[in-house]
């Protein structure tokens, strides 16, 4: 590994180790608090699911790691890291938000005990359309912009869309612990050095440990080396399908062409003009004019 490279905590390996041992328990409260803008002595529960470290491509969690989260006793979240692109996200996203609401409610209990529940999707993929990194989703009357219900959130931190620092966002924590995560080189870590969230410098200084450990350098390597082949497959499975597509829609195409100039040709015999006149401004030769006309007949 270069000097000046490390590895990579957007990487689900790497990523687990990093917040999911429990010498480092402090750094994964700070970074759940930090996303959700809370005092971190307010989460009160914190379990990892998907706690595999290498799972099948079969398995949909592949690239994925799940934190649950509950605040004050009541309040659940869920924070995802997705790596890898995948089909259908953001419904995939609204099911997880629903199994999550849902989740606990035993019967006789009313319906006004279910617990306000947020999904945070930190994703390694472009989702939306926009230029902007954060998309927040709630449920609202669409004219008069009434809310529902305060409920439901659903937040979307696209890695590919992370703003240059500036003095307006260099101390917004969930933008600063985004830039950890998305970290790739030693200038990454060392821009964060300045921070005024202690648990972003203890991180770092875990990244780097973990970039001199050959274990970690291997394991981490071997997990993004799967991702790109991963990721080089869906493409080549993307392209395969234009690529027919493209062929089919030429075809169908063809077929309409085809079909409008044999009914402009009709059209021109009916109004009793010469072949050489048809000829001329179809294109068509006296063989195949012979031939639609012999069909007429027929």
């Not at 995802?80 to 606990?104: H, I, M, N, P």
């Not at 991702?227 to 493409?235: G, L, V």
Request: glycine share 6%.
């Amino acid at each position: 590994m270069s000097t000046n490279q490390i590895v990579k905590p957007k990487i689900d390996v790497v990523f687990k180790k990093l917040f999911g041992d429990p010498a480092n328990e402090h750094i994964l409260k700070a970074f759940i608090a930090g996303m959700l803008g809370i005092d971190k002595n307010r989460i009160t529960e914190i379990s990892f699911d998907n706690v595999e470290m290498i799972p099948d491509f079969a398995d949909e969690k592949f690239g994925r790691v799940d934190v649950k989260v509950t605040i004050d006793r009541k309040d659940k979240v869920n924070i995802e890291l997705q790596a890898v692109w995948f089909r259908d996200y953001k419904d995939r996203s609204l099911f997880y938000w629903s199994k999550l609401y849902t989740y606990g409610l035993k019967k006789g209990l009313p319906y006004g005990s279910l617990s306000r529940t947020i999904c945070i999707n930190i994703v390694g993929f472009n989702v939306f359309k926009c230029d902007e990194y954060k998309s927040h989703f709630t449920l609202r009357e669409v004219t008069r912009n009434e809310v529902y219900s305060d409920k439901m959130s659903i937040y979307f931190y696209e890695l590919n869309k992370l703003p240059p620092v500036t003095e307006e966002n260099e101390n917004d924590p969930a933008l600063q612990w985004l830039r950890l995560i998305n970290a790739e080189t030693e200038e990454d870590l060392d821009m964060l050095e300045n921070t005024n969230i202690p648990e972003i410098k203890d991180a770092v200084n875990v990244v780097r440990f973990f970039s001199g450990d050959k274990q970690m350098q291997h394991d981490a390597f071997e997990r993004e080396m799967a991702i790109r082949d991963h990721e080089a497959s869906i493409a080549a499975e993307r392209q395969h399908g234009y690529s027919e597509g493209f062929e089919d829609g030429r075809e169908e195409e063809k077929r309409k062409y085809k079909e409008e100039k044999q009914k402009t040709i009709l059209n021109m015999l009916a109004d009793n003009l010469s072949d050489e006149t048809v000829i001329r401004y179809t294109g068509i030769t006296s063989e195949e004019l012979a031939g639609i006309k012999a069909g007429i007949k027929r």
